[in-house]
């Protein structure tokens, strides 16, 4: 029963941690439509601002995470701004800067960090227990606080004219245009979201687990895991597909060699896609 | 005056021409095998232009190059079968493959495709791990019959060979019809239906030849490097090739060449900076992309236009 | 009777687009298809060409079911059409929009096509010959080279039906072929009508602007996704308040 409740929750933070990922690569997607590849290198760089800002400048890991978020959150501005709008109407090209930015984050994470790998300082201290149950307070924590992240964004994204605005864009640019919305605004507040939302996925791992300067590849692939199972449709799409994937990456492991499983996840995908290649949720692409 | 002027077949004879003798002069086999290198990522990322002028961006395509290598190494390796027969063998299954995967997924549009692509590519590397029986898992596939024996040389003027003839190919199927009804199908699916294309058929199509071009290569590859590993054509390896298309210039069929043979080179160059080869590599990339929009290609007309104040207008296409 | 459409129905999602439509078009006639903005007319469209699948009922071509057909191979059958929203191939010129669009006649095989066969080499120049004769029957002659993006908008919808004439096909659907014309640019357009019509090639249309009904033969208003009424342009000119009463203020002809 123990074991049970702690996959369970290993499970949940997992998959709210894809999730996190998932989504802010997914509205990067749908209403800007570009491929970041440079995701997983955000994420990495917000774990280690969040890291800086917690061990070198001391501040408490609550804020550090907030303002990791912030701080990236305004490098997304940037990054809209000058790298990826002068491409606008290019998809090729912005991989390709994509591609750039990777290259140039992870070099030079890898040069300030170093080989050793960093950790930051546990978000929450202490295990709850409760009968023969034990959780660690710290991931129980990561859960809550991504759940409510997560409830947040949804209710943000259906909700709010802001929120509305960006669905209506991802579904139909040109509609939108005709709607006057700007654009301009709502494809800033994307990527800026998106980066925000990395980062705070980014000093969760790397307080749960630790900080290593390649450590964006791996989660870029999940959140396009998550993305492709998922499809293009809904934030709910998103939400469900990432719990598949985080249950999966939880659970299997206990089951069968690492390896294997990944595997076969990743089989069954390609098989589910040959089928309906637009994803579980997706409508038909572009 | 009238100039003489050197067509672009004559210039491409003479470049085939003067590749030939390289060996004569270079002796050195890390130099052999870097050019080898770059043969067969010029294969590739033409390959992988064949099938963008249908309008499809593969971003998964050197897993289609480890499908044929693969193939070609296990069915030499454990059948003993000559590499000869199971070269074209590699070939022939990454464009089966090709064709299985290619009518679901090529419904999708741009950028989905694309991302759906990547996937794939990943999708294969743990298929690989699933089939480490065959496939030596972590450690790799070794044991693979080479080609030829002992010298690079050899493998030189193969790969040479192999990427006149490619590149031939390829070069034909994009000027003739078919070329166009992809052309056509890429800017608007629409019409193309419309006026009889089978527009889906057509991009299956494309994507079969370019995989089926990136198979050989592959499969040729393996024989070449003898040694495989799931790194070799990971999803690392995909994206250069699409790095490579882009930046020499994706509307022309001269740019994945120009990209390859230039973006291979550069981290060689810049190899004694290690850890910082990486800036200059982005920096090539950044420069290109906001400077040249159409590529490395699109620094030919200036190179001429450069050529002819230089006084060596002779040598150049004497302007109207 | 060369195009027969029965019961067809199309819904998206909750909604009847088309809701029970029956008409037929007969050969050699000009068919005007009118009705107010959303009545469905470039659904029929999109239906009949295999754009979209009807959720019920049955179109039939030349004695032949063509329901949800897919796009091409109803244009090997013989049915050409123009779009709305006037695509175009942007990166090629006139001239290559139309070479391009002759895909089906003469059609080479992929091998012919790939190895040059003399075949191919004689069928690439008839395609080269008869591009040509295209474009002057739509008067493009003049433009072939200019790149299609660079074109104003009449002679984009000219250089539309100088592609859907390269199939060589029995009939054709003009959608709203002479829209956001001026006076010279209609001119044009309507002499090409004609003389499409006179080398046999029945023609339906839809058209907002009434000076179609020119060349038109019969009509057939819909709305609501289904047919009000037909008959001869005269019948419909008659059938005023009826046609009032579905256009409104819509109604530019007297203009």
Redesign the interface.
Known sequence: MAGVVGAAIDALMLSSIYILMSLGFALV?SIN???N?AHGALYMLGGYVCYYLAVQCGLNQWLSLLLAAVLLGLLGLFLERFCFR??FG????I???S???I??L??TA??FAGAGTRTIPSFAHGILKSGAISVSVERMATLIVGGVLLAVLTLFIGKTKTGKQMLAVAQNPEGAILQGIRIRRVSALAVAMSCALAAVAGSFMGALFDLKPFMG?NML?KA??V??LSG?GSVGGILAGGLIIGTLDAVLPLLAGG??T??????I??IL???K??GLFGR??? | MKGRYVSKTVACACLVAILALVPAVVKSPYLLHLFILVYAYVIAASSLRTIAVSGQISLGHAGFMGIGAYTSAILAKELGWTPWVTMPMGGLTAMAVAIVVGYPFTRLRTIYFSMVSFFFGIGLIAIYTLLSGYTGGFYGLTGIPPLFLDSKVPYYFFFLALTVVSLLALHRFESCRIGMSLKAVAQSYAIASSVGINESGYRVLALAVGCFVVGLAGAAYAHYIIVLSQNTFDVLASINLMVYMVVGGIGSFAGPVVGAAVLVLIPELFRGLKEFTPYVYAGVLILVIFLIPQGLVGLYQPAKSLMRKLRFGRWCKRAP | MLLEINGLIKYFGGLAAIAELDMYVREGEILGLIGPNGAGKTTVFNLITGFLRPTAGRIGFGGRDITGMKPHVIARLGIGRTFQLNPFFSDFTVLQNVIASFFLHPKSSLWGAYFNSSIYRRNEAQIAEQALAVLELVGLDKVKDDFAKNLPHGYLKMLGIARALAIRPKMLLLDEPIGGMNRDEIDLAMKAIDKTRRQGITIMLVEHNMQIMDIVDRVVVINFGQKICEGTVQEIRENAQVVEAYFGVEDDAER
């Open positions: 997607l439509n570009i491929l590849f002068p491409f290019d998809p090729n090209r991989i390709i800067m591609i750039a930015l290259l140039i992870e070099t890898n040069w590849g692939i396009i895991e993305v492709v293009i390896a294997v990944q595997a076969v996840g990743l089989g995908i390609i896609l040959l089928f290649p637009q038909e692409g572009a």
